[in-house]
């Protein structure tokens, strides 16, 4: 019999679920954070951002949306977001430059989106159980993917924000 993949044994002091006022179930005591990396190509137009695709057992698994999780009770959304995608994606700290937040507040629960661009090359990669495959996705091709929901409701304003560095949210 194999074994069926499940969440890491590792869990943070932020990890459990919150019933929302929404109505709905969300992960995160103290809400969630991510983070989407932008890549630009030669001519400076953001091309690619990283995603996770999630694992078949997760939270509305078999979906591709940012690396991210739990904020810890003393974390910032941003140290949050910056230390989970380190976690499940293999990104270097040193080769995010953070360009502000975008926040989904439900009042009792929050989601925040870190957006960021590289500052030097590099290839992320599943590092743990939490994801399926995690890989630079041409911004073209990010709307065909079957998104994780509320990134995929998400992605057209994301993406201006990417793309339109003065319109980005402040750090």
Do not use: K, N
Not at 25 to 32: F, I, K, S
Not at 84 to 94: D, K, Q, R, T, Y
Not at 98 to 126: K, R
């Amino acid at each position: 019999m194999t074994a069926r993949p499940g969440p890491s044994p590792t869990r943070h002091p932020g990890d459990g679920w919150v019933q929302c006022d929404c109505g709905s179930r969300h992960w995160g005591l103290h809400g969630a954070a991510g983070l989407l990396l932008a890549r630009r190509g030669p001519d400076g137009a953001v091309d690619a951002v990283v995603l996770q695709h999630r694992a078949l057992w997760s939270d509305q698994g078999g979906t591709w949306g940012v690396p991210g999780g739990a904020i810890g009770p003393h974390e910032s959304a941003e140290q949050g977001a910056l230390r989970e995608s380190a976690e499940e994606a293999g990104i270097p700290l040193s080769a995010v430059h953070v360009l502000g937040s975008v926040v989904l507040d439900h009042g009792t629960w929050s989601y925040t989106t870190v957006l960021g661009e590289t500052l030097t090359p590099f290839e992320p990669s599943a590092t743990d159980a939490e994801s399926l495959e995690v890989a630079w996705v041409p911004v073209d091709e990010v709307a065909d993917l079957p998104l994780l929901p509320a990134f995929g409701e998400a992605w057209p304003r994301l993406r201006r924000l990417l793309e339109s560095p003065t319109d980005t949210p402040e750090p």
